[in-house]
């Protein structure tokens, strides 16, 4: 045997050893951090995941909750694989993520809301300090657009209406349950601006999605699409236990509330906001940008798995 076939024995050899030790290993298996907010509605969502329902393939997901705004801070860190965050947000990450097409919350004809301690007209919030959820949020830039000047105060968002109780700010905005629960601390509402950027765009508003690490690659994003994809499947061809399970999170709100609070934000656009979808958060940033409020729109790529097969 020439020099030259031992050294393709060998090699030949080496690979027959790696690919049996490979098998013996089993598939690979990425595992996964992934964020999302502290809410029934994300609770909801993931809750296939979060007890094991649906099966993921190659993938183990470690699961972290937080606030959106501590989220979208965190993500232009490359802090979680797979993570929450604002729409408004993604100009900032989107050379580190790319957005999934599922998992997202839309407000069709309904929204955040802003809320004062006493009746107001939605032209008298000019000039006032209205305490906000982030800075970075969607609802943020929404309020701003349609109030380009007042005097934001980032205040957690679950404590706002104790801000618009006790007079510290002038007004609020609500995201999350407050959007129902507002009335029980006898706040008034001033404007919905899901209604407001309907009467607008024709679209709905675009709140908050889900997105992958692009250095994961785009064959753990589809993997990662599919699995959040099937989770919000399950819980929604689940709905008793996945509500039960979500109202662990569900702050001051009975199973009734709760599940119309996740009935408004876990719906069919989670599975898959479509091209509609894409067009609002096209536009969302679109008119972020034009108003002086975002940097430059990125390129969007979205990340999608559909059940049929195809991937995109």
């Known amino acids: 045997m020439t020099m030259e076939e031992m050294s393709g024995a060998s090699q030949s050899e080496g690979a027959r050893q790696?690919?049996?030790?490979?098998?013996?290993r089993g598939p690979e298996v990425w595992d996964l951090s992934l964020a999302h907010s502290p809410d029934s509605d994300d609770a909801f969502m993931f809750y296939a995941l979060a007890t094991s329902k649906v099966r993921t393939p190659g993938l183990r997901f470690s699961h972290t909750l937080s606030d959106i705004e501590s989220l979208n801070q965190a993500a232009q860190e490359e802090k979680y694989d797979v993570t929450a965050l604002s729409f408004s947000a993604y100009p900032l990450l989107a050379s580190k993520y790319a957005l999934l097409d599922c998992g997202s919350s839309f407000g069709d004809g309904y929204g955040p809301l802003v809320v004062a301690s006493r009746a107001l007209k939605p032209a008298d919030l000019a000039g006032k300090r209205?305490?906000?959820?982030?800075?970075?949020?969607?609802?943020?830039?929404a309020l701003r657009l349609h109030t380009p000047r007042f005097e934001p105060?980032?205040?957690?968002?679950?404590?706002?209406?104790?801000a618009v109780s006790n007079g510290s700010v002038e007004a609020g905005l609500l995201i999350h349950e407050g959007q129902l629960l507002y009335s029980q601390a006898g706040l008034h509402r001033v404007i919905d601006l899901g209604v407001w950027w309907r009467e607008q765009t024709s679209l709905p508003?675009?709140?908050g999605g889900n997105a992958v690490r692009r250095s994961l690659g785009p064959d753990v994003g589809r993997r990662v699409a599919r699995a959040i994809q099937e989770s919000v499947q399950y819980a929604l061809d689940h709905r008793e236990p996945a509500l039960s399970y979500a109202l662990q999170f569900a702050r001051d709100m009975d199973y009734d509330l709760a599940d119309k609070f996740v009935g408004m934000y876990v719906?069919?656009?989670?599975?898959?906001?479509?091209e509609l979808g894409r067009s609002a958060v096209r536009?969302?940033?679109?008119?972020?940008?034009?108003g002086g409020i975002l940097p430059s729109v990125p390129s969007i790529d979205f990340v999608s798995f559909l059940p049929d097969g195809v991937q995109s």
Do not use: C, Q
């Open 18 to 24: 790696k690919g049996a030790l490979a098998a013996a």
């Open 130 to 141: 209205i305490a906000v959820p982030g800075m970075l949020t969607s609802s943020y830039v």
């Open 153 to 162: 105060v980032p205040i957690p968002f679950d404590k706002i209406i104790g």
């Open 205 to 207: 508003l675009p709140l």
């Open 267 to 274: 719906n069919s656009w989670t599975l898959s906001m479509g």
């Open 283 to 290: 536009e969302l940033l679109a008119r972020g940008h034009d």
